[in-house]
């Protein structure tokens, strides 16, 4: 199926780093979202870019919503154990509920 | 307030069965999707409903129907499994329609043996 490119596919940082992650698409997205997934668990979502230009914050973590629409990254300050998990990202084109994902970058934190 | 529940948690098939998975949005909400994550993926969009219609229908074969309730609650079926129906199958509700934002539910593992 159609997925997004995501990347890193993983990392391994030490606490208290930063990280960065990115997604890029071969179509344009009007809304670009991050989710975070515990093993077992449903996808949470992070947060939601509506505009392109968008740079939004919630907490230690902050995405953007790329000018050309195409693509979207999520920063991570200051990481701490409980943020370990998968990260995705997911974008929708059009008013449809279809989203796209990514394949998912695991993170894991060393305290 | 409650988020979106699925039932069964986990739930072990065999090759030709048919299975069906429940999904209870959270309050309030009117759209239900599914969709299905192979482990190490990411999810896989099958199907969106939205008062009570299908609004949307990713690429799966006909052995996969749904159907969203009036009290908004939907079953997604799977008939004739096969091995690599096995996955996490995730609902995600959302208020309004289908562009709003979904929230997942915990999701059912299927295993098909």
């Known amino acids: 199926g159609q997925q997004l490119n995501q990347s890193p596919q993983s990392m391994f940082i030490q606490e208290g780093e930063d990280v960065s992650m990115n997604c890029t698409s071969s179509?344009?997205?009007?809304?670009w979202l991050w989710y975070k997934q515990d093993p077992g668990e449903g996808p949470v979502l992070l947060i939601a870019l509506y505009k392109a230009g968008e740079l939004t914050s919630n907490g230690r973590l902050t995405a953007q919503f790329g000018i050309t629409r195409k693509d979207s990254f999520l920063n991570i300050s200051a990481s701490i154990p409980s943020d370990v998990g998968i990260y995705f990202c997911a974008g929708r084109a059009g008013n449809t509920g279809k989203l796209i994902f990514g394949q998912g970058t695991t993170l894991q934190v060393k305290p | 307030d409650a988020g979106v529940t699925q039932s069964p948690t986990h739930l072990i098939k065999t090759r030709g069965q048919q299975v069906t998975l429940r999904c209870s949005p959270i309050?309030?909400?009117?759209?239900v999707s599914w969709y299905q994550q192979v482990l190490g993926q990411g999810p896989q969009f099958i199907f969106q409903y939205y008062e009570k219609e299908e609004r949307g229908r990713g690429n799966f074969p006909d052995r996969f129907s749904a159907r969203q309730f009036p009290n908004y609650s939907s079953e997604l079926n799977v008939n004739a499994l096969l091995l690599g129906d096995s996955a996490l199958y995730l609902c995600?509700?959302?208020?309004?329609?289908?562009?709003?934002?979904?929230?997942f539910g915990p999701g059912t593992r299927l295993t098909v043996l």
């Open positions: 309050s309030g909400h009117k759209s």
């Open positions: 179509s344009i997205f009007n809304t």
């Open positions: 995600a509700s959302s208020f309004r329609g289908p562009g709003d934002t979904q929230y």
